[in-house]
């Protein structure tokens, strides 16, 4: 599965590539370093309201592509396979090809049919809403960021992005970072999660992210944001939240 | 000529729909249930642009959903969606074409 992923990340062009089934659950991804499971999984429950409503209107659809200003979103409906439908989505940037990208998709989406008969993606590695019972656990390898394949660098900083995960020290530290992190998007694109990372480094380096250096994190992606008007929207919106 | 006009002029646009990114209806043409792909349509946008947002990919401009037998053209214009269905899908690429030169003036 990873295999089947990754290749469509091999294109130019090519951030990330996910399947997620009819309920929004995450089953696989790959991606670079910003596109974590947290994220993706995110990307599913949102996109699968999408689906569910062209559905509506278009019940035979086969693909679904959302042309933004920086970059691509495109969906590939698999089929009902493996006890549900699947959807493979696909993020590119704008230097993305049109072509190599739909060449790409097609040939994933075959061989991911392929497997979803075969069973291969019956047991979703991503966990299901609250409340719902876990899944057998699956490998991890089955949804990971593709980190070693990143490359990316923050000159702001000097330092180069690292590739460990952020460790929070309660759930609402973890809110608190989705919440700068997805704020931080509207003003400066994808790397808001790799500027948040670097930002948690800088203001709890030794120890769990908690709640309490809030403020000082909050200051620190501020001091990134070169704009004044942007820098106030920003920290008004994520302490209004 | 306005986009709505102009698009539905196309032979191979079979219906267009005109809405607001709530999903209101605004005009149409040859649509049998107007309100019902100006909802659809409107919700559609709506969460993509949610998408966007999440993944930091800017401002939505357009959407095909293309299937075997006909494809759909939604194109945002500021507050309003231009929405048409085009037949045979493989059209699609030549409405698109004519849109973006109409924004091009």
Same mark, same amino acid.
């Given at each position: 599965?990873?295999?089947?992923?990754?290749?469509?990340?091999?294109?130019?062009?090519?951030?990330?590539?996910?399947?997620?089934?009819?309920?929004?659950?995450?089953?696989?991804?790959?991606?670079?370093?910003?596109?974590?499971?947290?994220?993706?999984?995110?990307?599913?429950?949102?996109?699968?309201?999408?689906?569910?409503?062209?559905?509506?209107?278009?019940?035979?659809?086969?693909?679904?592509?959302?042309?933004?200003?920086?970059? /691509?979103? %495109?969906? !590939?409906?698999? =089929?009902?396979? #493996?006890?549900?439908?699947?959807?493979? &989505? $696909?993020?590119?940037?704008?230097?993305?090809?049109?072509?190599?990208?739909?060449?790409?998709?097609?040939?994933?989406?075959?061989?991911?049919?392929?497997?979803?008969?075969?069973?291969?993606?019956?047991?979703?590695?991503?966990?299901?809403?609250?409340?719902?019972?876990?899944?057998?656990?699956?490998?991890?390898?089955?949804?990971?960021?593709?980190?070693?394949?990143?490359?990316?660098?923050?000159?702001?900083?000097?330092?180069?992005?690292?590739?460990?995960?952020?460790?929070?020290?309660?759930?609402?530290?973890?809110?608190?970072?989705?919440?700068?992190? /997805?704020? %931080?998007? !509207?003003?400066? =694109?994808?790397? #808001?999660?790799?500027?948040?990372?670097? &930002? $948690?480094?800088?203001?709890?380096?030794?120890?769990?992210?908690?709640?309490?250096?809030?403020?000082?994190?909050?200051?620190?992606?501020?001091?990134?944001?070169?704009?004044?008007?942007?820098?106030?929207?920003?920290?008004?919106?994520?302490?209004?939240? | 000529?306005?986009?709505?006009?102009?698009?539905?002029?196309?032979?191979?646009?079979?219906?267009?729909?005109?809405?607001?990114?709530?999903?209101?209806?605004?005009?149409?043409?040859?649509?049998?249930?107007?309100?019902?792909?100006?909802?659809?349509?409107?919700?559609?946008?709506?969460?993509?642009?949610?998408?966007?947002?999440?993944?930091?990919?800017?401002?939505?401009?357009?959407?095909?959903?293309?299937?075997?037998?006909?494809?759909?053209?939604?194109?945002?214009?500021?507050?309003?969606?231009?929405?048409?269905?085009?037949?045979?899908?493989?059209?699609?690429?030549?409405?698109?074409?004519?849109?973006?030169?109409?924004?091009?003036?």
């Amino acid at each position: 599965m990873e295999t089947i992923l990754q290749a469509i990340l091999d294109v130019a062009g090519m951030s990330a590539a996910l399947v997620f089934d009819g309920s929004g659950r995450l089953v696989c991804h790959r991606g670079r370093a910003i596109y974590d499971r947290s994220l993706c999984e995110q990307l599913s429950a949102t996109l699968v309201k999408a689906i569910d409503t062209v559905q509506l209107q278009h019940e035979d659809w086969d693909s679904i592509s959302a042309q933004y200003a920086d970059g /691509k979103l %495109l969906l !590939r409906r698999l =089929g009902a396979s #493996a006890g549900g439908s699947h959807v493979l &989505a $696909v993020v590119g940037d704008a230097s993305l090809n049109p072509s190599f990208a739909t060449v790409a998709i097609r040939v994933a989406a075959n061989k991911l049919r392929k497997a979803l008969e075969a069973g291969a993606l019956t047991q979703p590695t991503s966990p299901p809403p609250s409340g719902t019972p876990l899944p057998p656990a699956a490998s991890p390898s089955d949804s990971r960021p593709a980190l070693a394949n990143t490359g990316l660098s923050w000159s702001k900083s000097s330092s180069s992005v690292g590739l460990s995960r952020i460790a929070v020290a309660d759930p609402a530290a973890g809110t608190f970072l989705g919440r700068c992190a /997805k704020e %931080l998007a !509207r003003h400066v =694109g994808p790397m #808001a999660k790799v500027y948040v990372e670097e &930002a $948690v480094r800088r203001v709890s380096p030794d120890a769990a992210f908690s709640i309490s250096a809030a403020s000082r994190l909050l200051d620190d992606l501020s001091a990134q944001i070169e704009d004044g008007d942007d820098r106030a929207q920003f920290r008004k919106a994520v302490t209004k939240g | 000529m306005s986009d709505l006009a102009l698009i539905s002029s196309l032979p191979e646009v079979k219906t267009a729909v005109l809405c607001d990114l709530n999903g209101a209806l605004l005009d149409s043409v040859r649509e049998a249930d107007p309100e019902s792909v100006a909802a659809v349509m409107g919700y559609l946008t709506a969460t993509l642009v949610q998408s966007g947002d999440e993944l930091g990919l800017g401002a939505l401009r357009r959407i095909a959903l293309v299937g075997e037998r006909r494809a759909w053209l939604v194109a945002v214009r500021g507050e309003a969606v231009l929405s048409a269905q085009v037949e045979p899908p493989s059209s699609i690429a030549a409405v698109e074409k004519v849109l973006d030169a109409a924004q091009r003036g």
